[in-house]
C-alpha cells in the first residue's frame, strides 16, 4: 500500500507541476506565488515546493520582483514539440494533397502570429510556397481565423489592438466588426477563408484542428483559378476529417 501511496504521489506532483507551467503559459508567462495559489487552488507551501524544483530543473526563473517566469529550458521542449507536430501531420496533409490536388498545410497560433509547422506541396508546377516556419499575422489567413475563431471576442481584440490589422492586398480585412463577423461565420460553418487578403491571387480555406492543447489549424491553399467552389466545397469534409483524424493522432 505505501508503495502505491508513493507512485499516485508521484504522478499527482507531476500533474501539479504541469500544471502550474501551463498556468504561467495562459498568464503570459510570469506570475508570482499568490497568484499561482489562487489560480490553481493549491496551498501556498505546495507552491513553492514544486515551483523551486522547477526552478531547479531549469524549467522556471524567479526574477528580482519575486515574480516567476518560464524558463528557457522549456525552449527545446517546444521546439521538438513541434517538429513531432510536424512529423504528425504530414500523413494527414499528403492525403488531402492527393485528394485534393492543392497544397496542405498545419499552422499554430504561437503569441500573437501564425506559424507555418507542416506543409505538403501541390504536385502542379505553379503552386503556393509558404514556406514551413513563416510566421503572419492572423487576420488575414485562413488559418489564423480559423484558429481565432475558437477563442474569446475579449481575446480576438485584444489580440488585433496588440497587432494592428495591416492591409497586404486589396482584399485584407482592416475593420474589427467586419473581421469579427467573419468569426463568427467561420465558427458556424466550421470553416474560414482567405480570399487573397494575404497573397493576390491565392485563395485558402482552413479549419481548426478540435480538442488539442495548442491552437491549431489545417488549410489547403492554391491560386484562385484553381480553387473553385467545386473544390472548396469537396474540401470542407475532407479537411474536417483530417483535422478530426489529426486530433485523434495527438490525445
Request: aromatic share 4%; hydrophobic share 40%.
Amino acid at each position: 500500500m505505501a508503495e502505491t501511496t508513493a507512485r499516485s504521489g508521484s504522478v499527482q506532483s507531476i500533474e501539479r507541476a504541469f500544471g502550474l507551467l501551463e498556468l504561467m503559459a495562459d498568464a503570459g508567462g510570469m506570475l508570482g506565488l499568490s497568484q499561482l495559489a489562487t489560480a490553481s487552488g493549491l496551498p501556498l507551501p505546495t507552491i513553492h515546493r514544486l515551483v523551486r524544483t522547477l526552478v531547479d530543473l531549469g524549467y522556471v526563473r524567479q526574477e528580482p520582483s519575486r515574480q516567476y517566469v518560464l524558463g528557457p529550458k522549456l525552449i527545446r521542449l517546444g521546439e521538438t514539440s513541434s517538429h513531432m507536430l510536424s512529423v504528425w501531420a504530414r500523413p494527414h496533409l499528403a492525403r488531402l494533397v492527393d485528394e485534393l490536388g492543392e497544397s496542405a498545410n498545419m499552422a499554430m497560433l504561437d503569441g500573437d502570429q501564425v506559424v507555418y509547422l507542416a506543409q505538403v506541396q501541390s504536385r502542379h508546377s505553379m503552386r503556393m510556397f509558404t514556406e514551413v516556419g513563416r510566421r503572419v499575422l492572423p487576420h488575414c489567413t485562413a488559418v489564423g481565423k480559423a484558429i481565432m475563431s475558437q477563442l474569446r471576442d475579449t481575446e480576438v481584440r485584444e489580440l488585433l489592438q496588440r497587432t494592428g490589422m495591416p492591409k497586404h492586398t486589396e482584399t485584407t480585412i482592416t475593420d474589427v466588426e467586419e473581421f469579427a463577423a467573419q468569426l463568427r461565420k467561420a465558427q458556424q460553418d466550421g470553416y474560414a477563408t482567405d480570399e487573397g487578403e494575404q497573397e493576390l491571387g491565392v485563395r485558402c480555406i482552413a479549419v481548426p484542428v478540435p480538442d488539442v492543447p495548442s491552437r491549431l489549424a489545417m488549410s489547403i491553399s492554391g491560386p484562385a483559378g484553381r480553387m473553385t467552389e467545386t473544390l472548396v466545397d469537396r474540401a470542407i469534409p475532407l479537411l474536417t476529417q483530417a483535422a478530426q483524424s489529426l486530433s485523434d493522432d495527438l490525445r
